[in-house]
């Protein structure tokens, strides 16, 4: 006898109970926000078998397949993804040169919702949100009822005239099944909580449907630990994913959960909160970590800011306030002191008995730039790389899990010290500001 599991899930009339056969779970490693070729500022060769490549590359096992709202990427989709009967999908056809052992995709995208609260004389409201679907019939729901709110076709990440609250009642009368998350919340212009055009909680955002938000993603300029103190995220999952615009940022941050390999295993396990760990940037490395105004060329704590009344002292104008002072703003914790960020010689930290532990690493192109004091694009670089991988496996392995003599044996000794030294956390960082990256290089050379 076929034996079920289920899990209970608030929807539109109460609870909505989703049955699934029992699989035995896995550790899965996933990159749940990309984006394709469609997509303003990515890259043009970014397919699906691209994507894929990369996925392997870095260890990622499940990708979203991004984009589903474009017309010419809904159909490319439809072509080349097959469902292996778990609501997750397998690529295939001519093209693709891993099907066996490649990652398997996710139907998600993100969508930007542009508003006015209230809609005519209140405040303009910009917040970007992650939708993901079980399948294409629920896809092809979703398109259809949002097309007469935005241009699909224009870009891979359209722009809708809709509020959040009234997106997620399309998304649940396209398939209950469907799951939403605020995309980097903290970010300035674009995320949930930002400084510019956000909220102070999911409620104002969503009204009746904040119940059917299980989880936010902190985005490159915060950590989860950032994130603790903030009092509604206490029982939501929080997740990272990279927001990859070109294939070498695929699984710049990433979560890995414990989960049944299925569309309702993962949405499950986010709800859930069924996460080992997640991947993270030094937040500090994220272009709103701090306050600033980049045309001055100024960067600012938020004691600093608070003390100039939160206007730049060169020139007067308002500064954008980063995602460390949005946090403080909202949290019931004690200041996060961004100076001081170095975690355990393992590289994972721990929280709350209720929380996950995270990691935070530095992307391997970026950090074996800096050690050759390079560009991250350049052929030099590559090589660099390219033997890490071949030698030691995917770049997260090279990261997380090669022993000091694997390293040696593919790259030099300051290399080799450098990826141990950002496992320890010890490393300089000029915190990132006003969309600035920050700059990264390793404190010391430990000896390997």
């Known amino acids: 006898m076929t034996r079920f599991s289920h899990l209970d899930f608030p929807g539109r009339n109460g609870l909505l109970r989703r049955y699934t056969r029992h699989v035995p779970t896995q550790r899965l490693v996933a990159d749940l926000h990309l984006h394709s070729r469609y997509s303003m500022a990515t890259s043009r060769a970014l397919d699906l078998s691209v994507m894929a490549e990369a996925a392997v590359r870095k260890g990622i096992q499940i990708l979203s397949a991004a984009d589903f709202t474009h017309p010419e990427w809904r159909r490319e989709l439809g072509e080349r993804l097959v469902d292996d009967g778990s609501g997750l999908f397998r690529l295939e056809g001519p093209q693709a040169k891993t099907p066996r052992f490649g990652p398997r995709f996710v139907l998600g995208t993100e969508v930007s919702c542009v508003w006015r609260d209230p809609p005519r004389s209140g405040r303009g409201r910009r917040v970007h949100l992650l939708l993901f679907a079980p399948d294409f019939d629920a896809v092809d729901a979703l398109i259809a009822r949002i097309e007469p709110y935005g241009a699909l076709g224009s870009d891979g990440r359209p722009l809708l005239k809709l509020s959040v609250h009234d997106l997620v009642g399309f998304v649940m009368d396209a398939d209950e099944r469907c799951e939403v998350i605020p995309a980097h919340v ?44 903030v009092p ?105 002191e961004w100076a001081d960020r170095g975690g355990p010689v393992s590289g994972l930290v721990s929280g709350p008995a209720s929380r996950p532990p995270f990691r935070r690493l530095v992307p391997l192109r970026d950090l074996v730039a800096a050690c050759l004091d390079v560009g991250k694009t350049t052929k030099t670089v590559a090589r660099v790389v390219d033997r890490l991988v071949e030698h030691c496996g995917s770049e997260l392995n090279v990261l997380i899990d090669a022993d000091p003599m694997e390293l040696r044996s593919a790259a030099d000794d300051k290399i080799a010290s450098a990826i141990i030294s950002v496992r320890r956390g010890d490393l300089a960082i000029e915190p990132g500001y006003d969309g600035v990256y920050g700059r990264i290089a390793p404190r010391s050379i430990p000896s390997i």
Request: proline share 5%.
């Open 186 to 229: 903290w970010t300035p212009w674009y995320g949930l909580y930002g400084s510019k055009s956000g909220f102070d909680s999911l409620e104002d955002a969503f009204g009746d449907h904040g119940g059917q938000i299980h989880a936010i993603e902190t985005g490159l300029s915060s950590d989860p630990e950032m994130n603790w103190g």
């Open 232 to 336: 509604e995220l206490k029982n939501r999952a929080l997740v990272s994913f990279s927001d990859a615009h070109s294939a070498a940022n695929v699984g710049r941050e990433a979560t890995i959960f414990e989960m049944e390999p299925t569309y309702d295993g993962l949405v499950g396990a986010i709800a859930s909160q069924s996460i080992v760990e997640t991947i993270e940037f030094f937040p500090e490395n994220g272009k709103y970590h701090l306050d600033g105004h980049r045309a001055c060329d100024v960067r600012l704590t938020p004691a600093e800011s608070a003390t100039n009344g939160g206007r730049c002292p060169v020139c007067g104008r308002p500064l954008t306030l980063g995602v460390l002072n949005r946090i403080e703003s909202l949290s019931d914790a004690a200041p996060v």
